[in-house]
């Protein structure tokens, strides 16, 4: 039997009143407040704090800038949070405005910590001029034609919906059918990979233009495994050559004068991009007469020396123009007191532009550099075409210009188009030159440093408009 265990008394535990409130009836009172408590910090304080809607502006073209108060948000194409208030939106794409709207941001008080609180913004009307509207267009069709450069696409480089973008713009902006047939028509003579003429095949019949279709499946061919080859053509006559000088002030520059002519350029290649830029065409020439060779350093001292703007310690504010690249002049020491005949080199596209309008000035002619057809007329024209395998001073012979291959490669004033000789060349460099593109020149003729056997007169290469290179330098043209 157990022994019985006597407890010690204890006092009985007894809550006290507050403010003559039964415990029962405050500790109700207590936990009814901790639970208003965590609903108002739950459900309506994020909103007193951080008041706003998740935004998404249907801006009226692709790929839009958004701008609140001036200030630049992002891409209409994404999301973004915007506090409670009245603000003015701007809509920008390729630099230019085209709409403004207000925009009110109400505050949402209930569980906006838990549930996006979302707004849509509608379009706004266009506000801008037809001047505008086409330099729009102008930026789609530029980064169409950066964006061609690029022939391998993977997860990392991804194609973006270009030409998607310019048929919804050229719609979206109103443009009469032949200006918006002239715009995606351009816009096809950069389809250089599959991706790409993916993205134009889901374009193009947005449009509903029968000539933009046919010339879309005339482009179909180029990406398959087996290209057919390109026929030869013709090869035309040369024209008769003769003597041509400029001369601008004491500057005589010696030059060879050919008549008006048809002549072929390229030769047969498999129908497939990037072969295709080199297939046969037949271009016609004015007259003109091209420079026996390349600008010398000394030519381009005079020049530098009436123009200091391009002199290379002023590279900071050129580059900043995007008229040249960090090599520009790079290790040419120029001098007017020794007359240099080698080429100049490490000068930009633009450099060379401003030399043949200086020297053009002085001589009261229109000077420039030649076209790709005036460069392949003046080799085909030659009887004794040679690679030269230094950047030396050579002389020419025969009346013909010198280092018309090897030496350096030569700049042009022709615009690189990739599918220019497939789809149509002169019309090509006319839509080109009326849209107002990015020129990134053709050059010619290969270098002292390329291997002779992969460089012939036909041979295109195309560099950026402010690339500098040891490479690359010029000779002019003029019309007599």
């Not at 107002?436 to 291997?451: M, R, W």
């Amino acid at each position: 039997m157990k022994k019985k265990i006597d407890l010690p008394q204890v006092s009985e535990v007894t809550l006290p009143e507050v403010f003559h409130l039964r415990p029962g009836v405050y500790i109700l009172i207590l936990l009814a407040i901790i639970l208003l408590l965590v609903v108002f910090f739950v459900t309506i304080f994020p909103a007193l704090i951080k008041g706003g809607r998740y935004v998404t502006f249907n801006a009226p073209l692709d790929e839009s800038g958004i701008y609140l108060d001036g200030t630049y948000l992002g891409g209409s194409e994404h999301q973004y949070f915007i506090k409670t208030g009245t603000y003015k939106v701007d809509y920008y794409k390729g630099g230019i405005k085209y709409a403004s709207d207000t925009l009110e941001v109400d505050r949402p008080l209930f569980l906006t910590a838990l549930i996006h609180r979302t707004k849509t913004v509608d379009p706004p009307s266009l506000d801008l001029d037809s001047a505008a509207a086409k330099e729009i267009i102008r930026f789609d069709l530029n980064e169409i034609a950066q964006a061609s450069a690029i022939l391998d696409y993977d997860m990392v480089i991804r194609q973006a919906p270009l030409y998607r973008n310019l048929a919804g713009d050229l719609t979206a902006l109103g443009f009469d059918p032949s200006y918006i047939q002239d715009a995606m028509l351009l816009a096809l003579h950069y389809v250089t990979a599959p991706e790409i003429f993916e993205d134009a095949a889901r374009s193009v019949p947005l449009l509903n233009d029968s000539l933009l279709t046919s010339t879309l499946s005339s482009i179909s061919d180029l990406f398959g495994e087996e290209g057919h080859i390109t026929q030869d053509l013709p090869q035309g006559e040369t024209p008769p050559v003769n003597t041509a000088v400029l001369q601008a002030g004491e500057i005589q520059i010696p030059g060879a004068l050919y008549d008006p002519v048809d002549i072929k350029m390229g030769k047969i290649t498999p129908l497939q991009y990037p072969q295709i830029k080199e297939m046969p065409v037949v271009v016609q020439e004015s007259s003109f007469a091209l420079a026996l060779l390349p600008v010398s350093q000394y030519q381009y001292a005079l020049f530098v020396e009436e123009n200091p703007q391009w002199a290379r310690s002023n590279l900071a504010n050129l580059k900043a123009q995007g008229l040249v690249d960090d090599s520009y002049l790079d290790g040419i020491a120029l001098s007017t007191l020794f007359a240099s005949n080698r080429p100049i080199t490490n000068i930009s596209w633009h450099a060379a532009n401003a030399f043949s309008q200086w020297i053009g000035k002085k001589s009261g002619k229109r000077v420039f550099l030649p076209t790709e057809a005036m460069f392949t007329v003046a080799a085909v024209s030659h009887p004794n075409l040679r690679y030269e395998t230094s950047i030396g001073a050579v002389s020419p012979t025969d009346g013909h210009p010198a280092a018309l291959l090897g030496g350096v490669w030569e700049m042009t004033s022709t615009p690189y188009i990739p599918l220019a000789r497939l789809l149509g060349y002169e019309r090509a460099l006319k839509l080109h030159t009326e849209y107002a593109l990015q020129v990134d020149p053709i050059v010619k003729g290969g270098s002292y440093l390329t291997a002779q056997g992969s460089i012939d007169v036909h041979t295109v290469g195309v560099i950026d408009n402010a690339a500098c290179s040891e490479q690359i330098g010029f000779r002019i043209a003029w019309e007599q």
